[in-house]
């Protein structure tokens, strides 16, 4: 995510976390597993830019992700990005760290965690988005921030609406500049179609707020899939549309383990934006050009009914930084909780 889905993993910490053991495990109590989730996950590739025959190796980042229970109705979840950047504080590179409570249909978060924005390519896990394919606002707004959020879900439990208060994204000291961002969110989930719609306000200055509709949209049909967003911000609202971004990213699944895709997203003048010239970078700006991307990529899981292991070859365009580039590499993903349990297992035989 920005500031920072197959594979892909929501950056959503109120999605119910999936047990780490089976029902018949020693750790089960009362139907519950109390054994947390540890995974370090990483991405590791060779980017190629042939517009200026640039290349070389590196990596996008490790993260530890610690999921789990502290009892039937509380739950817990960690994101630390370990890589950090100059003068980054250890709750700087902490991308989200929630504390949940389930009750009935309702449930409460506190924590830190990410601003409700309706699009499904602002809720993909870092390590799932190739940078240059990414729109502007996905690369440079600052997703997480502390706050609390309420959410009802129905009973035939494919809709679910969420109501969140936290610091906003123009507040860069917590517990002082009392800037505070409001969203409202829809999260619908059918065989056919999922929904991510969101109205936002944040403040930018004492009583000034940019104000926002952002409409996420996922199609299925088969092993076909289709992404849709549309994102309109701006400081008033009769300017929503000059501030307008769509992309789109159609995909196809070749059984279990390719993944075929592309992506396209046009972002109309980012100088029409006002107030977020504040986030995004000054030089686009600072232009009258439109920004655009796309690009096309291809996705192999070796282990089959295991997506902890992923290569991929990714080729990509845009714009902004004028690039053409071939990235190929690896993204895994450790799980540390069952690799302990199978030493603990081996050590007693």
């Not at 390590?127 to 990414?134: E, G, P, Q």
């Not at 600052?142 to 610091?167: D, H, R």
């Not at 403040?203 to 104000?211: I, L, M």
């Amino acid at each position: 995510m920005a500031g920072s889905a197959a594979w892909a993993q929501e950056v959503d910490s109120s999605v119910p976390m999936q047990s780490s053991v089976s029902t018949d495990d020693a750790t089960m109590e009362d139907g519950e597993d109390w054994i947390p989730s540890i995974s370090l996950d990483s991405r590791f590739g060779y980017n190629r830019n042939f517009s200026d025959r640039t290349g070389g190796f590196g990596g996008d980042g490790l993260y530890l992700d610690i999921n789990g229970k502290i009892s039937k109705r509380f739950s817990y979840s960690y994101n630390q990005r370990l890589t950090t950047e100059p003068d980054e504080s250890f709750f700087d590179a902490t991308c989200w760290l929630t504390l949940s409570y389930e009750a009935g249909n309702f449930a409460f978060t506190a924590g830190k965690d990410a601003l409700l924005v309706g699009s499904f390519e602002y809720d993909a896990y870092d390590l799932d988005s190739y940078y240059d394919m990414n729109t502007l606002f996905y690369n440079s707004f600052p997703a997480w921030q502390w706050g609390v959020s309420a959410s009802w879900t129905n009973n035939a439990e494919n809709s679910t609406f969420i109501l969140q208060a936290a610091n906003s994204p123009y507040s860069w000291t917590p517990f002082e500049d009392n800037l505070y961002a409001y969203g409202a969110a829809w999260r619908g989930e059918w065989d056919c179609y999922e929904s991510y719609w969101t109205v936002n306000m944040w403040e930018y200055e004492s009583g000034e707020f940019v104000k926002a509709l952002n409409l996420g949209n996922m199609f299925y049909a088969g092993n076909f899939s289709l992404m849709v967003d549309c994102m309109m911000q701006g400081a008033e609202i009769k300017n929503l549309f000059r501030g307008i971004t769509v992309s789109t990213m159609p995909a196809y699944e070749f059984g279990d383990q390719f993944r075929l895709f592309g992506k396209f997203g046009w972002e109309r003048n980012a100088r029409a934006k006002a107030a977020l010239v504040d986030i995004l970078p000054d030089d686009i700006t600072s232009v009258s050009d439109d920004y655009i991307f796309y690009g096309a990529g291809l996705e192999f899981f070796p282990l089959k009914e295991d997506k902890s292991l992923r290569l991929h070859a990714v080729w990509m365009t845009n714009n902004y930084t004028n690039i053409h580039a071939l990235n190929v590499g690896l993204t895994w993903k450790f799980n540390l909780t069952s690799a302990t349990k199978r030493l603990i297992s081996k050590i007693k035989k």
